[in-house]
């Protein structure tokens, strides 16, 4: 098998229209075109709005791209595309742009789920393969804990959030901040000046009495509404101490829960994927806590944590490698893809 495959990502599930291309684990482009701002006035991203603005985005993402790798579309050995889960009508501009390209070249598709690529761009960061690993994937629509056995075959979930994921807990918290939107970011920035004891928030399902049904669950919406009650109660609060002791608690639970899973199945090898990833303060926590528990870390790079191209052809670029039948052709998108289903 062809290990140093050349393979262009195309990635369109949310507000971000972004083709990656890669040789092997080599990133050679990443184009990120963000209709963001158009949605930033919702205080949330707009559907329609965002499959319109793919539409317009995506092919001058793909002829930068292919500038900026400094090939030609015809040296690829294969396509890949985000086939879900996401909004359907972002994803559809995405897998029929890909589709079109992959009939019209004759070259081969990889339809792939976004949680797993989200995970693959590792290969980008790190020279060795993944053993074996726990996954704590944090994004804007999921939060889950993964056993990873085989990254391009074999996922399993040992957990999810019950209610809100970890990214759209720190965009509503943000709301209620009135720091804008997305909020991750600005939370993050904002808590560098807060104390981040000042407020003892909840940690959702790390009671005793959680142990046993809700052991590496997570839910956020009990810190939601507690955050919620606190700055009403409390209108001279500081929102940087707010903001830092959300963030806190948040990281906290997943953090901890994260290295339960390590401890509890044997494994010594934690990545950490999604946009939250990006957090300074969870890559700070994370960083300590791992190597107390010596386990080896792996996060990738902030700007590979939130939604990119790199990580789709990353993941593509694996399933090459790895001899992985390709896609057939009539594949659907599908918003609702499940995390263990790696591609189509
Ligand atoms: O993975 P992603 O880019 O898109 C999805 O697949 O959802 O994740 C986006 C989420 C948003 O909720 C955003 O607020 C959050 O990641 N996020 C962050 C940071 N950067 C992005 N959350 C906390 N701290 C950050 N620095
Ligand atoms: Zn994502």
């Not at 092997?24 to 603005?53: C, K, M, Q, W, Y």
């Not at 994004?139 to 979930?157: C, F, Q, V, W, Y």
């Not at 790390?206 to 839910?219: G, N, P, Q, R, V």
């Amino acid at each position: 098998m062809k290990s140093e495959a050349l393979v262009l990502g195309i990635e369109t599930s949310c507000d971000e229209t972004a083709i990656g291309i890669v040789r092997g684990r080599t990133l050679l482009a990443n184009v990120i075109a963000s209709s963001v701002d158009e949605h930033a006035r919702f205080g949330g991203v707009v559907p329609e709005v965002a499959s319109r603005a793919h539409l317009e985005a995506i092919i001058p993402a793909l002829d930068r791209a292919i500038k900026e790798a400094k090939i030609s579309f015809t040296d690829l050995d294969a396509l890949a595309v985000t086939a879900g889960p996401g909004l359907i009508g972002a994803l559809l501009v995405g897998t029929s742009s890909a589709t079109g390209l992959a009939l019209a070249s004759g070259k081969p598709i990889y339809a792939v789920n976004h949680l797993a690529a989200h995970v693959s761009v590792d290969a980008l960061t790190h020279e060795a393969p993944l053993r074996p690993t726990i996954a704590l994937l944090v994004s804007g629509g999921h939060s889950s804990l993964l056993r990873i056995n085989d990254i391009t075959a074999n996922i399993e979930k040992l957990g999810q959030t019950l209610d809100d994921a970890a990214g759209e807990a720190f965009d509503k918290i943000a709301r209620l901040l009135e720091l804008g939107f997305p909020g991750g970011p600005a939370i993050d920035v904002l808590a560098k000046s807060g104390n981040k004891d000042a407020i003892d928030f909840p940690r959702g399902l790390t009671h005793a009495k959680d142990s046993e049904k809700h052991l590496f669950d997570f839910s956020f919406s009990g810190l939601k509404t507690a955050v919620a009650r606190y700055i009403e109660a409390t209108p001279a609060a500081k929102k940087s101490d707010v903001a830092a002791s959300f963030q806190e608690a948040v990281v906290d639970v997943l953090i901890s829960k994260a290295l339960l899973a390590c401890t509890q199945s044997g494994i010594d090898s934690l990545v950490i994927a999604g946009g939250v990833a990006a957090n300074s303060r969870l890559r700070e926590v994370a960083a300590e806590r791992a190597a107390k528990s010596g386990v080896e870390l792996r996060i990738p790079a902030p700007l590979l944590c939130t939604d990119n191209g790199a990580m789709v052809a990353a993941l593509g670029s694996l399933m090459v490698s790895a001899g992985a039948s390709a896609s057939p052709i009539d594949f659907s998108a599908d918003s609702a893809m499940s995390v263990l289903e790696v591609a189509r």
